[in-house]
Structures are given as structure tokens and as C-alpha cells.
T-cell receptor, first 113, second 112 residues
Framework: EAQVTQNPRYLITVTGKKLTVTCSQNMNHEYMSWYRQDPGLGLRQIYYSMNVEVTDKGDVPEGYKVSRKEKRNFPLILESPSPNQTSLYFC????????????FGPGTRLTVL | QKEVEQNSGPLSVPEGAIASLNCTYSDRGSQSFFWYRQYSGKSPELIMSIYSNGDKEDGRFTAQLNKASQYVSLLIRDSQPSDSATYLCAVIGDNYGQNFVFGPGTRLSVLP
């Protein structure tokens, strides 16, 4: 089954404790993105990647890091999480053949205390 | 800062009516426009994409784009209760085609 998977789906952590949210896709897609969704603000792009080792900042990259060492994986790293990073996070991927059709993962709900 | 604006709603329409959802964007250079549907607690899914001025129809959905007015809309004909969801407008502004900017979404409620 073609899908984007994220882990964990739910996470409660404390301020300053480094964490990684994994994202993996099995569709051989070139493009991957991370978004956060907050009430009233909609989806905001954090980082995106055009291909392996190629990443760029979205609209809200502060406090986040990403890496793209393999085509299928695009982890989101919070080196020192803060309460304002409490949010619902989505990973998405799309292929060069239909570059605009993003497939979204199920989401990760993160709470930083 | 590129912005995409939508009425937050809720927009309530009776079953069988036409639902009209609107979106405006600030970046005049934007090239590609999308409508996503998001059910409560679920991830967004693409409904329509549109790139040229005018109308694009797909089943009960019609997307309309007016680049001069920086306006894109989504019409849902014969609305069904299953259409009740939040509808997100998204715009791509850059040449690479991956810097998506989303609006805050409009919540649609279709009343039986």
C-alpha cells in the first residue's frame, strides 16, 4: 500500500529534551515536506526537500532541523523543544511525475511541557 | 510574507445546495493553486489543482481562478453531509514548486 508513515503518532515531552519525528514514504517520491498545523493558522511549511541531500527552509524553520540522507526518509529534529512547538505535525511527499499532488502522513501530535 | 486568506466559517449549507468557498492570496507571482479537504482528526487530501485562469471541473467540484484579482474559489454542487470538512486553499509561489503556503481553512457543514 502506497503511504507516508510518521512515528510517533503522539508524543509528550519536556522543554529542552531533543526529539526526532520520523517520516518515511514507499512511493519513491523525490519531494518531501514537513508542516505544522495550529488552530486558526492552518498548515505552515517548516522544511522541504527536493531530493536526497537537498533541503530548503519553508516559512517557519526556526527551532527545527531536517536531513535527507535516503530518498524514502525525511526526519524532523527538534534539538531543544519549547512549549511553542506544541502542535500537530504532518509529513508529506510527492513525485516528479505529479509534483504537486502531496500525500500526507497521518500526523504527529506533539506536546512540549 | 506570502499570505493566503480564507473565511474561517463555519459555512453551513443544506444538503443538495451549492457550497462556495473563497480564497485570496498576496503573492501576485503565484503559479499553482490547490484545494485540500481535511476531515476532523485526519490528514489533508488533494481535491483539485488549477493553474490557468478560468474554471476547472471535476465531478461535483469546480475550481475557479482569477489571477488578476488574486482570487481562487471552490464550488461544491449537490453538497452532501459527507462533504462536511475543513477546506484548505494552498498556493505555490516559487519556481521550485515545493514552497506551499496554506490558508487557515474554511469549515463547511452540510446539513441533512
Amino acid at each position: 500500500e502506497a503511504q507516508v508513515t510518521q512515528n510517533p503518532r503522539y508524543l509528550i515531552t519536556v522543554t529542552g529534551k531533543k526529539l526526532t519525528v520520523t517520516c518515511s514514504q514507499n512511493m519513491n517520491h523525490e519531494y518531501m515536506s514537513w508542516y505544522r498545523q495550529d488552530p486558526g493558522l492552518g498548515l505552515r511549511q517548516i522544511y522541504y526537500s527536493m531530493n536526497v541531500e537537498v533541503t530548503d527552509k519553508g516559512d517557519v524553520p526556526e527551532g527545527y532541523k531536517v536531513s535527507r540522507k535516503e530518498k524514502r526518509n525525511f526526519p524532523l529534529i527538534l534539538e531543544s523543544p519549547s512549549p511553542n512547538q506544541t502542535s500537530l505535525y504532518f509529513c508529506a511527499s510527492s513525485g516528479s511525475g505529479s509534483w504537486n499532488e502531496q500525500f500526507f502522513g497521518p500526523g504527529t501530535r506533539l506536546t512540549v511541557l | 510574507q506570502k499570505e493566503v486568506e480564507q473565511n474561517s466559517g463555519p459555512l453551513s449549507v443544506p444538503e443538495g445546495a451549492i457550497a462556495s468557498l473563497n480564497c485570496t492570496y498576496s503573492d501576485r507571482g503565484s503559479q499553482s493553486f490547490f484545494w485540500y479537504r481535511q476531515y476532523s482528526g485526519k490528514s489533508p487530501e488533494l481535491i483539485m489543482s488549477i493553474y490557468s485562469n478560468g474554471d476547472k471541473e471535476d465531478g461535483r467540484f469546480t475550481a475557479q481562478l482569477n489571477k488578476a484579482s488574486q482570487y481562487v474559489s471552490l464550488l461544491i454542487r449537490d453538497s452532501q453531509p459527507s462533504d462536511s470538512a475543513t477546506y484548505l486553499c494552498a498556493v505555490i509561489g516559487d519556481n521550485y514548486g515545493q514552497n506551499f503556503v496554506f490558508g487557515p481553512g474554511t469549515r463547511l457543514s452540510v446539513l441533512p
